[in-house]
């Protein structure tokens, strides 16, 4: 059974070199809505802000992979419980398993500064500066989710950590 693994976080907290690290680690497909919500920025359409046609669109794709048997990897903020909710959905339309993870970054300062020294990899995305990370809403996690804290633990260590719970889940089903 596939696994669609959501990974939440604020900007800078390292979840697409976390995406990255992972996918390539397991395999999986890899599914960024900050790529998503430029190509939508960029498109004759200028959809901007994507309000929630980014995720939309995403979770879309995501179905489309977790129904063809492959595990997938969603690279998004997830701020807000509708957002947590969509990929429950996501991961039920695709006849898949979920495993949520949190990813922080537990030092202030170390967060600044990755915050503040990131550079766009995407055409058309401006990446938010430390004050619009810092005063975004992010609402407390209530379910279940796996924690990991990048400034503590190398990308590589927080990888495995999710691979193993990826292992651990799938073992609980068979």
């Known amino acids: 059974m596939a696994i669609l693994v959501s990974l939440s976080g604020l900007p800078g907290v390292g979840k697409t070199t976390l995406a990255k690290e992972l996918a390539a680690s397991v395999k999986a497909i890899h599914l960024r809505v900050d790529s998503v919500e430029a190509a939508l920025k960029n498109s004759v359409l200028r959809i901007n802000p994507a309000e929630d046609a980014g995720y939309l669109a995403v979770a879309s794709v995501a179905v489309d992979n977790l129904l063809l048997g492959f595990d997938v990897i969603a690279d998004t903020v997830n701020p807000v419980e509708d957002s947590r909710r969509l990929w429950a959905e996501t991961a039920a339309s ?20 990755r915050v503040e020294a990131r550079e766009s990899d995407i ?7 430390w004050k619009k990370v810092s005063n975004r809403t992010f609402e407390p996690w209530q379910e279940d989710r796996v924690i990991v804290d990048t400034s503590i ?13 990826m292992a651990n889940l799938k073992s609980a089903v068979r």
Do not use: F
């Open 153 to 165: 633990d190398s990308i590589e260590k927080c990888a495995s950590v999710i691979v193993d719970e």
């Open 123 to 129: 055409n058309g995305l401006i990446v938010p500066d």
């Open 94 to 113: 695709g006849n898949a398993l979920l495993l949520n993870v949190e990813v922080v970054c537990s030092d202030q300062a170390l967060h600044r500064d």
